[in-house]
């Protein structure tokens, strides 16, 4: 009887605390989990990072195991421990002379200070220029990844690769988040002495201290940063000089099995030679102040309209684009739900591709209750911007792909004609708006870093107002003509911008909270904004992530509460407020049985005595 009671009582528990949930883990895993820093500083870079790119000896030789399928993320050994062990492919001939053949590695890199620096979608963008040489010139055909461990502690990230030309130079583009300083280079090709497939690998710093660059070395460039402090965004130039390294000549298919250059570790599509990787953006919040007149931004006077609250339109998003072998973009998916509106008037979101092809657009909605939406209310805040394909997609021309493809329709539908950034003190009613998934197949290839497509990693996207009449775009795209030229979409009286992309889910400001807070009396949940955008992004690079104070905390819309699944922590707490008098009876049952268990036991072992 008393395992029927106990058993009665632990499926019924468990039944309470499951009911609402949607999804957990073992509550003991979560409490294993940290929280979130508050620190606004970006990771520097390594000493010796920075000491072995100045000296040139940041480079160690590592031989690639076909055995293993983590080629990019070997940890290097000291020189010391280098070897040419390892099972290569079949097709290579060793030398003949039979040495051994250990890789000898020699580099000269120097920090090139990237000009116009400040990147208002909070993301460091940098090229990384790397040529490869050995004793007979210079090396075409050569693969060079490059990754990162920073953002995720313990997690090697892909981030992109290319291949040496003719001249056996590559320069590859890379996009990180601002707590990356530093990242991995990777080159591979084929010892000739052992006709083994090997790895030469490094870190190379990407941000540095200003001071480290104005100080010399082997460094060039101007300092910058506010007030002397802060990092700057460099761009590595590296020279590697290699003895025994070499071209393939041909494919590795232990490690490459589609033969299409990108390394099966890496590649998305290994029976694909067509493709190579996918790039995710992770996710992101794109928020936008909709009070854009050109006329204030031309003639330098102040807008008096303008709050700064960066809450007119708000969306959270992620996307990810499929790259061919060559680097160039075949495919953009992206999933758009709209969150936020601070505004009384109405907009359309939309993205622009300055590409020379043709491209198949496909388009879904679904409600905020997860329903896909058959016939979709198209209707436009601002029908002079309307483009073919409009909520439908479709085959859309270079032209029309340029004028803007159509992500959200009228905001006062997509969310349901309601607004969600109340004013400081004010109840919010959170509203979940619409969600928009997109597919872009381009007909051909495309280098997306040609042309208006790319700033700070993200795509072009702008926003059209009922009220204006104006298309807004972020800032990066567009700048006036002339000697003194500025960028059209930042404020030109207070450096503000009309568009940001923020990392995450964007806890973003309560109606006319100004973000910059001009006259520093604290009523900002950003403090760190001002100081970012006034240091032209040295300092600051995290102001997004600091942990806010009670008073900052009412400057902000919290959306992360409201628009994330709750954790499973919270999701039983939930259940003790909802099943209060169940789980108190339950236990008040447990006691009693207890009690007559042990009741039994006592005079059971009192009869034996």
């Known amino acids: 009887m008393l395992k029927k009671i106990l058993i009665l009582i632990l499926i019924t528990g468990f039944q309470m605390s499951c009911s609402s949930k949607k999804k957990g883990m073992p509550l003991f895993l979560l409490m294993l989990g940290g929280g979130t820093g508050g620190s606004t500083d970006s990771v520097p870079a390594s000493t010796s990072t920075i000491e072995n790119a100045t000296d040139g000896s ?56 990237v000009n116009d620096t400040f990147q208002w979608d909070n993301t460091i963008s940098t090229n990384i220029t790397i040529r490869v040489s050995n004793e007979d010139g210079a090396i075409p055909g050569i693969t060079v990844k490059v990754s990162e461990d920073q ?44 006709g083994q497939p090997q790895e030469i690998t490094g870190r190379i710093p990407i941000q540095v201290p200003a001071s480290t660059v104005a100080d010399g070395g082997s460094n060039t460039g101007n300092g910058g940063g506010s007030n002397g402090g802060g990092t700057v965004v460099v761009s590595p130039d590296i020279d590697l000089t290699t003895g025994n390294f070499g071209g393939s000549n041909g494919c590795v298919t232990s490690i490459d099995s589609d033969c299409d250059g990108v390394l099966d570790a890496d590649d998305d ?9 996918i790039v995710r953006s992770g996710r992101n919040t794109l928020a936008w102040e909709d009070y854009y007149k050109v006329s204030y931004i031309q003639n330098g006077t102040r807008n008096p309209n303008n709050d700064m609250d960066l809450n007119d339109h708000v969306t959270v998003f992620s996307t990810e684009t499929d790259y061919t072998p060559a680097g160039k973009v075949k495919t953009i998916r992206g999933i758009f739900t709209h969150v936020g509106k601070g505004a009384g008037f109405n907009h359309d979101l939309r993205l622009s591709l300055d590409v020379p092809t043709t ?14 939406i058959g016939n979709m209310n198209c209707s436009l805040a601002l029908a002079s911007a309307a483009n073919a394909g409009d909520c439908v997609g479709g085959n859309l021309t270079s032209a029309q792909l340029k004028n803007g493809i159509l992500i959200f329709p009228n905001s006062s539908n997509t969310l349901y004609g309601n ?7 004010g109840t919010l009613n959170f509203v979940l708006g619409m969600t928009a998934n997109f597919t872009i197949t381009f007909a051909e290839a495309v280098d997306l870093n040609a042309g208006k497509n790319l700033s700070g990693g993200h795509l072009n996207y702008f926003l059209a107002v009922s009220g204006t009449g104006e298309k807004i775009f972020r800032p990066g795209f567009y700048h006036s003509s002339g000697e003194n030229s500025y960028d059209l979409y930042i404020d030109r009286i207070t ?9 995450g889910v964007f806890n973003y400001p309560r109606e006319v909270t100004n973000i910059m807070d001009p006259n520093n009396e604290g009523k900002t949940g950003y403090p760190a904004f001002k100081e970012w955008a006034s240091s032209k992004g040295s300092v600051s690079r ?19 509460t409201n628009y994330t699944t709750k954790p499973y922590t919270a999701v039983l707490i939930d259940s003790v407020h909802k099943f209060a008098w169940q789980i108190a009876s339950g236990l008040v049952l447990i006691g009693f049985a207890f009690g007559l268990y042990f009741r039994r036991k006592l005079l059971q072992s009192l009869a034996l005595i």
């Open 419 to 425: 607004k969600n950034a109340p004013n400081v003190g």
């Open 269 to 277: 599509y290994p029976t694909d030679p067509t493709l190579g990787w």
């Open 542 to 560: 995290n102001w997004f992530e600091q942990i806010m104070t009670e008073n900052q905390k009412a400057y902000i819309v919290d959306l992360k």
């Open 151 to 194: 953002s995720t502690a313990g997690l090697v990230q892909f981030l992109s690769q290319g291949v040496t030309g003719a001249n056996g130079e590559v320069t590859i583009r890379i996009t990180v988040r601002p707590n990356v300083s530093e990242v991995i280079v990777t080159v591979f090709g084929i010892n000739p002495k052992t």
């Open 495 to 503: 450096g503000f911008p009309f568009g940001v992309i923020v990392p």
């Open 58 to 113: 940041a480079f160690t030789v590592v031989p690639t195991d076909a055995s293993t399928s983590d080629t990019g993320t070997t940890t290097p050994p000291p020189p010391s421990s280098n070897t040419t062990s390892g099972n290569g492919n079949d097709t290579f001939t060793p030398d003949s002379s039979g040495n051994a053949g250990s890789t000898q590695v020699s580099s000269n890199i120097r920090f090139q200070v």
């Open 359 to 372: 491209a198949n657009v496909s388009i879904s909605y679904t409600s905020r209750d997860g329903n896909p």
